[in-house]
C-alpha cells in the first residue's frame, strides 16, 4: 500500500499542478475581459463625453455673420446724444484693419457695415474706400455699407469707390435746420438738409442703395417727417429713440449729456403711429 502510494503521487502531484495551472489562468482570462469590457466602456464614455464637450462647444461660438465696424471714433459734428464719442483718435493702420476684416470672413462674415464716428473723416474717406474695395473684390462680401452724417462725402468718391458700396445710409434726425443746429448735427454754414438731397441723387447715379437713419429725442420727437422721406425714398428708414449709455453720452466720465434729449417710451411710440403709413419705417426702440 505504501509503495502503491508512492507510486501515484508523482501522477497526482502532475494532475495537482495542471489543474492549479487551468485555475490560474481560468482567473487571469477572467480579469482580461473584464478589464477589457472596462476600457472599452471606459473609451464610449470618453468619446460620448468629448461628443458632448465639443457640441457644447459649438453652441457657444458666436458667428459674426453682420458685423458693425466702428474703426474711428473722430466725429466733424457735436450730437448732443452720441453715444459713440471721441475719446481716442486711433486708427487701426490699413493692412492691420484688413487682416482683422479677413479673420471676420474667415469666422462666417457675410455683411459688413463702416461706422464711426464719421468714417469719411479720415484721409477724406480714402482709407474707408480702401476697406470698402478690400470687402467686395478680396473677400467677396454680399453686403457693403456705410452710416455717415453726409457732410464730408464728395462725388469723386463715388466715382473711385461707388462700384463696391451696395448701401449708404446718412443720418438726419430733422428737416428743420434750426433743429439740426441745436441737437448738433451741423457744420458751420452747411446745410445737412440739401447735403442729404444731393448724395441721394448720387447714391441713384451710381446705383447704391440709399437709406436714412433718425435719432428721435427731445428736439425732434413732436416733427412728422413723412412728406420729406416719402420724396427721398430711402429703401429703408431706420428710427431709433433715442439711449443713454454710461461712459459715452451719460455719468461722469462722458463727453456728452444725452439726459435732455431723452424720450419716453409713449413719446417714441406716438412718433411711430405718427408716421405709421411709411412703408420704410424701421423702429428700434431702447428695449430692442
Known amino acids: 500500500m505504501l509503495l502503491s502510494s508512492l507510486i501515484v503521487s508523482p501522477r497526482f502531484?502532475?494532475?495537482?499542478?495542471?489543474s492549479t495551472i487551468?485555475?490560474?489562468?481560468?482567473?487571469v482570462f477572467s480579469k482580461v475581459c473584464?478589464?477589457?469590457?472596462?476600457?472599452?466602456?471606459t473609451k464610449s464614455l470618453v468619446s460620448d463625453a468629448?461628443?458632448?464637450?465639443?457640441?457644447?462647444?459649438?453652441?457657444?461660438v458666436t458667428t459674426p455673420t453682420s458685423v458693425n465696424y466702428h474703426f474711428t471714433r473722430k466725429c466733424n459734428y457735436k450730437c448732443g446724444f452720441c453715444f459713440h464719442t471721441a475719446k481716442t483718435s486711433f486708427v487701426l493702420p490699413l493692412e492691420e484693419a484688413k487682416r482683422g476684416l479677413k479673420l471676420l470672413k474667415e469666422a462666417g462674415m457675410e455683411k459688413i457695415n463702416f461706422s464711426?464716428?464719421?468714417p469719411f473723416l479720415h484721409e477724406k474717406g480714402d482709407f474707408l474706400g480702401k476697406m470698402v474695395q478690400y470687402c467686395k473684390i478680396d473677400l467677396q462680401l454680399p453686403s457693403v455699407s456705410i452710416v455717415s452724417n453726409g457732410s464730408m462725402i464728395k462725388e469723386t468718391w463715388f466715382q473711385k469707390y461707388g462700384d463696391f458700396l451696395d448701401i449708404l445710409a446718412i443720418s438726419c434726425d430733422s428737416f428743420d435746420e434750426e433743429t439740426n443746429q441745436m441737437i448738433g448735427r451741423s457744420q458751420g454754414r452747411k446745410s445737412h438738409i440739401?447735403?442729404?438731397?444731393?448724395?441721394?441723387?448720387?447714391?441713384q447715379q451710381y446705383k447704391v442703395a440709399f437709406k436714412i437713419n433718425s435719432v428721435i429725442n427731445s428736439f425732434n420727437v413732436h416733427e412728422d417727417l413723412t412728406e420729406q422721406i416719402n420724396q427721398l425714398n430711402p429703401v429703408r428708414w431706420k428710427v431709433f429713440q433715442c439711449l443713454?449709455?454710461?461712459?459715452?453720452?451719460a455719468g461722469e466720465t462722458a463727453l456728452r449729456e444725452a439726459e435732455k434729449f431723452v424720450i419716453s417710451d409713449l413719446q417714441f411710440q406716438e412718433f411711430l403711429d405718427r408716421h405709421s403709413a411709411v412703408s420704410c419705417l424701421v423702429p428700434e426702440s431702447n428695449e430692442k
Open 116 to 118: 464711426g464716428g464719421e
Open 244 to 249: 443713454l449709455i454710461d461712459g459715452e453720452n
Open 194 to 203: 440739401e447735403n442729404l438731397y444731393k448724395i441721394r441723387s448720387w447714391c
Open 50 to 60: 468629448n461628443s458632448q464637450s465639443e457640441q457644447r462647444t459649438d453652441e457657444n
Open 34 to 41: 473584464s478589464w477589457s469590457r472596462a476600457c472599452r466602456a
Open 13 to 18: 502531484i502532475l494532475e495537482l499542478c495542471i
Open 22 to 27: 487551468n485555475c490560474i489562468f481560468s482567473s
